[in-house]
T-cell receptor
Framework: GAVVSQHPSRVICKSGTSVKIECRSL??????MFWYRQFPKQSLMLMAT?????????EQGVEKDKFLINHASLTLSTLTVTSAHPEDSSFYIC?????????FGPGTRLTVL | GQQLNQSPQSMFIQEGEDVSMNCTSSSIFNTWLWYKQDPGEGPVLLIALYKAGELTSNGRLTAQFGITRKDSFLNISASIPSDVGIYFCAGPFSSGTYKYIFGTGTRLKVLA
């Protein structure tokens, strides 16, 4: 149990375009999901908390208009990187919880040219 | 702000050796999670700890919740090549939240 999937696993886009990443909890429901970003050889940095049926909450320094989060159902959260730039290239990972434990998706590698 | 420092930052060990790593926090935690991340993949949960002094095993892995609640330890016994990866500790931003802060990571390389 406790499987989290992400789609796509890899995406390459041109600068200025928008990219949507999906995060699904496959065998459980999650009212809260989390989005992280990880740069090469670094740790995971929490970007935002995705709340089902309400607005996401963003960590300090994360632009909410750039990273749009939608949590439309108890099993799906989406992260849209708007007007992507090369500096947005990173590994984006979502997590969903069962109690105090967070289970992570396999990640999405975003490359912005 | 909160910081989680892991030590060592990286280590090379021989196959069959035991491994120890630790994680220290600048504040008290009521939960510690240990994850392993392989290259290009998401972290996989290894062990969850909920009480000071708790010692929990998962196969060859054993983790302990430090008595001060500001540290945690992970041991791997009889390491094998597939233990290669990055090990992260994680603790909640604040009590009652499921938002987690991650440690700096320990990169493990096993020499066959």
């Amino acid at each position: 149990g406790a499987v989290v999937s992400q789609h796509p696993s890899r995406v390459i886009c041109k600068s200025g375009t928008s990219v949507k990443i999906e995060c699904r909890s496959l065998d459980f429901q999650a009212t809260t999901m989390f989005w992280y970003r990880q740069f090469p050889k670094q740790s995971l940095m929490l970007m935002a908390t995705s709340n089902e049926g309400s607005k996401a909450t963003y960590e300090q320094g994360v632009e909410k208009d750039k990273f749009l989060i939608n949590h439309a159902s108890l099993t799906l959260s989406t992260l849209t990187v708007t007007s992507a730039h090369p500096e947005d290239s990173s590994f984006y990972i979502c997590s969903a919880g069962q109690g105090q434990v967070q289970y992570f998706g396999p990640g999405t590698r975003l490359t912005v040219l | 702000g909160q910081q989680l420092n892991q030590s060592p930052q990286s280590m090379f060990i021989q196959e069959g050796e035991d491994v120890s790593m630790n994680c220290t926090s600048s504040s008290i935690f009521n939960t510690w999670l240990w994850y392993k991340q392989d290259p290009g993949e998401g972290p996989v949960l290894l062990i969850a700890l909920y009480k000071a002094g708790e010692l929990t095993s998962n196969g060859r892995l054993t983790a302990q919740f430090g008595i001060t609640r500001k540290d945690s330890f992970l041991n791997i016994s009889a390491s094998i090549p597939s233990d290669v990866g990055i090990y992260f500790c994680a603790g909640p931003f604040s009590s009652g939240t499921y938002k987690y802060i991650f440690g700096t990571g320990t990169r493990l390389k096993v020499l066959a």
